[in-house]
């Protein structure tokens, strides 16, 4: 069998650089047992839950040598195949985690699936300690008859397709209709809507994959809707992104007066951001735009809305039964109040038509291991801040930890947290004692497994490196396409089919298409085998 397993020592064209000690939770910096001195750690998954968590463990442990674990290729998880390619300034993130994987101490090692490759009590057995951040990589069913259709897809898939995400390279979504449905009113719900209908000449100076950009060149989507359970007062996206689709060029919302009323009152005591973000809704469906927005409204080819008090119940199928042509929602109302608020079926059905159907109602964790305890109604693994349950010197940090809620922000103050439950643990005595091998025990098992290393590029990432390899060559090459093409500047490592061997280049001056044809396509790379050490 081929060998599987990459090593990235952050990016090799800059020298690696040790972080500079931080200023913050001074108390853990210092006074750690010499057994302890050089305590090896692990941590499963590259989103941004493993690298906060990676990061505050060097800050504030002077010797400690941390390796991350990561199923895809190449690091930044969510970061990278999740945020919408029209947002880059949320994947600035990446520049903090740049800067944890120039770290001496920290090693990153893509295409090694935990669970698979290698189990986590052969981890625990390599390491004083293992924290399980692998994230929700996957998605709420429906549970609805039709799920199963073509043309039925989760918008996590659909996500992960116009982004490169390798597992969702062969989605071909089926673009040739007119209407697409979208249940859920979430931040991933606008993303999707947005991508749908922003204009392709805006989508091309995206970091969007070239294949995506073309089906979406070809699209006859003109309308999308966005259908919710409840009401407007219990949506789920933010203001910024409710912007952005009021705004959105070529594009007019439909919302109805109808759902608003009596809103104007209750908005009054709820928290301030959910009030601006109603107030927002409120005006939008019931005041009338000014002659300026009037006249683009009118001149818009394409459209948008939001359907409340909507449940589905049904994905139903063209008369050939091949295809989804529609959806059947029960309509409902609202009982209780607050955080208890829920809706009820009113017994009133409506039949949506449409031709796509993107379900949008979460993410969800999977269980990585069976040694791992797991809730399976949750989606979690059983913690207390961070500390698994009955399994000493197993931790976990961000949505496998806490269920998949909140923002970045929100997975940094969380992974900290588990880093600062682990250095505890470390100093008080409760890891194990002595030495570790860490990879090198790891490297062996997966050597032994016919998944070890077979091929290395050493150096700086300049030009003329190269290393040969059997039965199938690649190029890696690093790519500044998205900066040529004016979006703010990013480059990451690429690997592509060449002729001859291993070989790392300069950056490419390429321009406004050339870049995009640079672009990770996710079909040759996900079949790589070799071991890839940069350093």
Known sequence: MASRCWRWWGWSARPRTRLPPAGSTPSFRHHFSTQEKTPQICVVGSGPAGFYTAQHLLKQHPQAHVDIYEKQPVPFGLVRFGVAPDHPEVKNVINTFTQTAHSGRCAFWGNVEVGRDVTVPELREAYHAVVLSYGAEDHRALEIPGEELPGVCSARAFVGWYNGLPENQELEPDLSCDTAVILGQGNVALDVARILLTPPEHLERTDITKAALGVLRQSRVKTVWLVGRRGPLQVAFTIKELREMIQLPGARPILDPVDFLGLQDKIKEVPRPRKRLTELLLRTATEKPGPEEA???????????????????????????????????????????????????????????????????????????????????????????????????????????????????????????????????????????????????????????GLGPDAEVLGSGGSGQSLSQTGRSWMLRRWSGARARGSPGRSWWILRRCCASWATEPSPSPGPQQGRDECWEGKDWVRLSGTLHLC
Not at 337 to 345: K, L, N, Q, S, Y
């Open 295 to 449: 006249a683009r409204q009118a001149s818009a080819s394409r459209a948008w809305g939001l359907r409340f008090f909507r449940s589905p119940q049904q994905v139903l199928p063209s008369p050939d039964g091949r295809r989804a042509a529609g959806v059947r929602l029960a309509v409902t109302r609202l009982e209780g109040v607050d955080e208890a608020t829920r809706a009820v079926p009113t017994g009133d059905m409506e039949d949506l038509p449409c031709g796509l159907v993107l379900s949008s109602i979460g993410y969800k964790s999977r269980p990585v291991d069976p040694s791992v305890p797991f809730d399976s109604k949750l989606g979690v693994i059983p913690n207390v801040e961070g500390r698994v349950m009955d399994v000493p010197g197993l931790y976990c940090s961000g949505w496998v930890k806490r269920g998949p809620t909140g923002v970045i922000a929100t997975t940094m103050t969380d992974s900290f947290l588990t880093g600062q439950m682990l250095l505890q643990d470390l100093k008080a005595g409760l890891l194990p004692s002595g030495p570790r091998p860490g990879y090198a025990a790891i490297q062996a098992l997966l050597s032994s497994r």
